[in-house]
């Protein structure tokens, strides 16, 4: 590939990460780790949803969560999670994954999503 191709890549990807980033900022949709260990104290949320792999699930998680992985999110998701009025937190183990799940849920309709940033483990 040509260099300026990879330049043109390399800035069409840095382009689509910064709208994300505004996009959730402007949203409220990502939360810390602390918000959200004091909303699920509250019982704030319906669901659950851990987007990280099959691998990391076995190794721990919440008994509370669903796991749908981020692989198999725009299939199962909507399988899993009927109620497009439900108050849904997603998790993963960094907090990349989480945000982009949540975007997928809001484009289907779901609008009640919150997603965990920053590295979280203890909520897993």
């Known amino acids: 590939m040509r260099a300026w191709a990879m330049v043109g890549v390399g800035a069409v990807l840095l382009g689509l990460g910064l709208g994300l980033w505004l996009w959730l900022a402007r949203s409220k949709v990502e939360i810390s780790p602390e918000e959200a260990r ?4 509250q019982g704030k949320y319906d669901v659950i949803v851990d987007v990280r792999t099959p691998e990391e699930w076995a190794r721990g998680h919440r008994s509370d969560a669903i796991s749908i992985p981020i692989g198999e999110f725009v ?4 399988k899993r999670v009927s109620g497009k009025d439900s108050r849904i937190l997603f ?5 990349i994954r989480a945000p982009a799940a949540a975007l997928m849920a809001q484009k289907k309709g779901y609008h009640r999503v919150q997603a965990v ?6 909520l897993l």
């Open 38 to 41: 004091e909303q699920i104290r």
């Open 75 to 78: 299939t199962e998701f909507p």
């Open 91 to 95: 998790v993963c183990k960094r907090g």
């Open 117 to 122: 940033v920053g590295e979280h483990d203890g």
